[in-house]
């Protein structure tokens, strides 16, 4: 049965800073690409980053360029998500999910796997 869990989530302060980590089990994921999507109240599901199955490449959205950072440890099948410099609007349930390809995408169709969620809050 494939999983995955994410955790590090919580409650900081506006400035602050976060790591959220996705473990992966049931399967080895090292030859496909890997994302965060975080849901705010009342908003739709909106992708924030992506990276390729090597971590050579990754895409991110605008709203979180230069202040969020993604990685990948295929020998753990693990995914993390450094987030800096945390804004209240940032607020919202994160979501890891591995995609179908190799190769990083935005496109949440592309995505196979889904973990449950971790609540990030900031507060002002």
């Known amino acids: 049965q494939v999983q995955l869990v994410e955790s590090g989530g919580g409650l900081v302060q506006a400035g602050g800073s976060l790591r959220l980590s996705c473990a992966a089990s049931?399967?080895?994921?090292?030859?496909?690409?890997m994302g965060w999507f975080r849901q705010a109240p009342g908003k739709e599901r909106e992708f924030i980053v992506s990276?390729?199955?090597?971590?050579?490449?990754?895409d991110y959205s605008d709203s979180i360029k230069g202040r969020f950072s993604i990685s990948r440890d295929n020998a753990k099948n693990t995914a993390y998500l450094q987030m800096n410099s945390l804004k209240p609007e940032d607020t919202a349930v994160y979501y890891c999910?591995?995609?179908?390809?190799?190769?990083?995408?935005?496109?949440?169709?592309?995505?196979?796997?889904w973990g449950q969620g971790t609540q990030v809050t900031v507060s002002s």
């Open positions: 990276i390729s199955w090597s971590g050579r490449s990754t």
């Open positions: 999910a591995v995609a179908r390809v190799s190769w990083a995408t935005a496109r949440q169709y592309e995505y196979e796997y």
């Open positions: 049931g399967r080895t994921f090292s030859s496909y690409a």
